[in-house]
């Protein structure tokens, strides 16, 4: 168990607050979107959010339904995260007439629910996983979607890392232009500031943030038999880094093996 002081430790309102940028409100309505778009319509959604955090994806879900679909009852959602302190907030907080949703404390690249999903989200999720359960999450997340479901990741990919010194490096470039940006757009409060910087220093220790690239990422998923089938990048608009695929990214997979039979 890490020793690192950290925000994912820290009052989960900390958190919520710290999330509250307008980056990343863009990064979470873009999923939203595209929730809205591969559901097409319907009269029931029926969502799996692992690694949901306190609850972070409310508003957006809430303003997707006003959008697409206002005479849908409810949104079906099940959210799932391993810190007890972020499910016992996201209940607190989750009183919706459009949302009917179940929040579970449990490790979500273990957890097996009785169920299958058209739609699984994991948003900012990944790089939460150590590099040796990456496998086992994404072998829950395809053992609960359904044969013709989507699976949409939001992510941060860092540049290509092997050492140490090459990892800090990767994760304090990263986050020093994220920030400029955030800057550049907006004031931030003192928890958010703290937030940023704290991320910044985990992603680049490798304690509770294990980042990867664009390339080991879709290198992965392709051994599990999933495919890309759209990507948005929502962050930089203009590339400042040798690779143009570091940065924030919105992808929608589904599983090839399961859609050609």
Known sequence: MSKTFNIYKNDPQVYSEYIDTLVEQRNFRCVAEKISKYNGITDAISLLDLCCGPFTI???????????????????????????DFIKYA??????YRLRATFIHADASKITLPHKYNTIIATSAYHHIEDQRKPQFIDNIIRHSTNDGVIIIYEK?????????????????????????????QDINPNQAFGLANEMYLTAVRDQEYKITYEEFVDFISKKGLKIIEEEKLWPKKDRFD???????????KNNKRSNR
């Open 243 to 253: 690779d143009s695929y570091i940065g924030d990214f919105v992808l929608v997979l």
């Open 91 to 96: 209940k607190r907080n989750s009183n919706s």
């Open 157 to 185: 990919f860092i540049s290509k890392h092997s050492t140490s010194p090459e990892a800090i490096k990767s994760g304090m470039i990263f986050y020093a232009e994220r920030i400029l940006d955030i800057l550049k757009e």
């Open 58 to 84: 409310k508003p957006y879900l809430i303003e997707m339904q006003n959008k697409h679909y206002p005479s849908l009852e409810y949104l079906e959602y099940t959210g799932v995260d391993i810190n007890k």
